[in-house]
């Protein structure tokens, strides 16, 4: 499967603060993703990051909030604006092949928020 | 949209025993269902995944079944060993352009040597 680097693995950030977390991808791939995994908790789908287009946000999840960018097949990346504790969480990219293959995950972000 | 439901929410067993978590999902459209376990501080990783023209499927130690009528899927363990003590999710998702997955709330396994 493809080899997902994610960066930065953790930071911690100062409230009202935005932090762009970047996505690569040793190969082109069909679909990316951005996931959100609270403390304890399971997977909750941000967005799916479309190439060339502008992403598609999940109901509760807005572009001002967390804008993400894809430019090519192989990159994209998910900024969280205005921080807040309530952002603080791990934010894990994905990338499928296409409708018949699985997301495969990179290692994600930790993000804490003072 | 698609609701994913996970029991249980945890699972102790000893040592070389069987483990068995249940899932249920609401769409009826959905027909693609992988399984994921999580080590503590690691990243999700896929262990096995079923896709709705098959009943049931295997990989050594770790077997998924697959009940479209009733909307349910379960993860089969045996002969469980330290190691597979971790957080597993199922999933399910519908394999069009999006390939959106829905995940359920996960279950935490813990294997007692």
């Known amino acids: 499967s493809a080899v997902i680097s994610q960066k930065p693995s953790r930071d911690i950030c100062q409230r009202g603060t935005s932090l762009t977390i970047q996505c690569q991808v040793d190969?082109?791939?069909?679909?990316m993703f951005w996931y959100r995994q609270q403390p304890g908790q399971s997977l909750t789908l941000i967005a799916t990051?479309?190439?060339?287009?502008?992403?598609?946000?999940e109901s509760g999840f807005v572009i001002d909030k967390f804008p993400i960018s894809r430019p090519n097949l192989t990159f994209s990346t998910l900024t969280v604006s205005n921080m807040s504790p309530e952002d603080s969480s791990i934010y894990l990219c994905?990338?499928?092949?296409?409708?018949?293959?699985?997301?495969?995950f990179g290692d994600g972000t930790r993000l804490s928020i003072l | 949209g698609e609701n994913v439901e996970q029991h249980p929410s945890t699972l102790s067993v000893q040592e070389g025993d069987s483990a068995v978590i249940k899932c249920t999902y609401s769409?009826?459209?959905?027909?693609?269902f992988p399984w994921y376990k999580q080590e503590l501080g690691k990243r999700p990783q896929l262990i096995i995944d079923?896709?709705?023209?098959?009943g049931e499927k295997k990989d050594q130690r770790i077997a998924v079944t697959l009940n479209k009528t009733a909307k349910h899927f379960s993860l089969h363990i045996t002969e469980t060993q330290p190691e597979d003590s971790a957080v597993y999710f199922c999933?399910?998702?519908?394999?069009?352009?999006?390939?959106?997955?829905?995940f359920g709330a996960g279950t935490r396994l813990t294997v007692k040597p």
């Open positions: 994905s990338v499928g092949q296409g409708a018949d293959q699985p997301q495969h």
């Open positions: 190969s082109q791939v069909t679909m």
């Open positions: 990051a479309n190439q060339g287009s502008e992403a598609t946000y």
């Open positions: 769409d009826s459209a959905s027909n693609y």
């Open positions: 079923i896709r709705s023209n098959v």
């Open positions: 999933a399910a998702s519908i394999l069009d352009n999006n390939n959106d997955m829905r």
